[in-house]
């Protein structure tokens, strides 16, 4: 069965940084796309980056672009989600997700695999 584990989340002050891992394991992890989602209590998942399958394009949302960066690893089945200057709203629970087909606006419901999810929480 396929296992995606989601690590380095935690407590930051506005302006930190956060590094996000996200290790794959059961599945040919180069013939996917990588996505990262989150979600904040009380709201809809939302997308936040994906990388193709040999991570030479990725895609950020707008609420994201220029602070967070999104990699894989593909020799070690990680893909990372790097997070610069935090924002007390970036304040969610980061899943990291793989699925087949590349979208500009990924969706949750077009991704088959799912990690458990790290928490982020961001102070003010």
Same mark, same amino acid.
């Given at each position: 069965?396929?296992?995606?584990?989601?690590?380095?989340?935690?407590?930051?002050?506005?302006?930190?940084?956060?590094?996000?891992?996200?290790?794959?394991?059961?599945?040919?992890?180069?013939?996917?796309?990588?996505?990262?989602?989150?979600?904040?209590?009380?709201?809809?998942?939302?997308?936040?980056?994906?990388?193709? =399958?040999?991570? /030479? !394009?990725? &895609? +950020?949302?707008? $609420?994201?672009?220029?602070?967070?960066?999104?990699?894989?690893?593909?020799?070690?089945?990680?893909?990372?989600?790097?997070?610069?200057?935090?924002?007390?709203?970036?304040?969610?629970?980061?899943?990291?997700?793989?699925?087949?087909?590349?979208?500009?606006?990924?969706?949750?419901?077009?991704?088959?695999? =799912?990690?458990? /999810? !790290?928490? &982020? +929480?961001?102070? $003010?």
């Amino acid at each position: 069965q396929v296992q995606l584990v989601e690590s380095g989340g935690g407590l930051v002050q506005a302006g930190g940084s956060l590094r996000l891992s996200c290790a794959a394991s059961r599945l040919t992890f180069s013939s996917y796309i990588m996505t990262w989602f989150r979600q904040a209590p009380g709201k809809e998942r939302e997308f936040v980056a994906a990388v193709t =399958w040999s991570g /030479g !394009t990725t &895609v +950020t949302a707008d $609420s994201v672009k220029g602070r967070f960066t999104i990699s894989r690893d593909n020799d070690k089945n990680t893909v990372y989600l790097q997070m610069n200057s935090l924002k007390p709203e970036d304040t969610a629970v980061y899943y990291c997700a793989a699925g087949n087909r590349w979208t500009m606006r990924p969706k949750p419901g077009e991704y088959a695999y =799912w990690g458990q /999810g !790290t928490q &982020v +929480t961001v102070s $003010s």
